[in-house]
């Protein structure tokens, strides 16, 4: 299994550009060129998540773990949902709320929920329970 606690950053990058995302998607903001719009744009976010899962996706490399082949999988589905959106001339809060329904993206964040686990220092009853 691969050593997450070198993800844990990466991870951390995609969960709160989502929820940047949702709160994106409900300021109804029109079909427009970032450029000519004012911020926040969606955009550096979603390059930011983007980057992110492909360094979670190449930490994974050639794992043969069960789990991870399910994560580098559904990372993948869900980047190529990102870069459909971010080849998108105009962005707008619509494109965006889409893209936060997908089932591809809500399974990469359901997926690093679960993995963000192994991040947590065990309690000192399951310590305890380790030792017995």
Do not use: C, W
């Not at 709160?23 to 390059?47: I, N």
């Amino acid at each position: 299994m691969t050593d997450v606690k070198n993800l844990e950053k990466d991870i951390e990058v995609v969960e709160s550009g989502y929820e940047f995302l949702l709160a994106y998607a409900a300021q109804g903001r029109p079909p427009h060129d970032e450029a000519d719009y004012p911020p926040p744009h969606a955009r550096p976010t979603l390059q930011d998540m983007l980057s992110s899962m492909e360094n979670v996706l190449a930490a994974l490399g050639e794992t043969q773990h069960e789990y991870e082949l399910v994560v580098a999988e559904d990372i993948r589905k869900a980047s190529a949902t990102i870069r459909f959106v971010l080849a998108q001339p105009k962005m707008s809060s619509e494109l965006v709320d889409n893209l936060n329904a997908s089932i591809h993206l809500r399974a990469v964040l359901t997926d690093f929920f679960l993995y963000s686990e192994l991040f947590k220092p065990a309690s000192e009853e399951e310590t305890l329970y380790k030792k017995a």
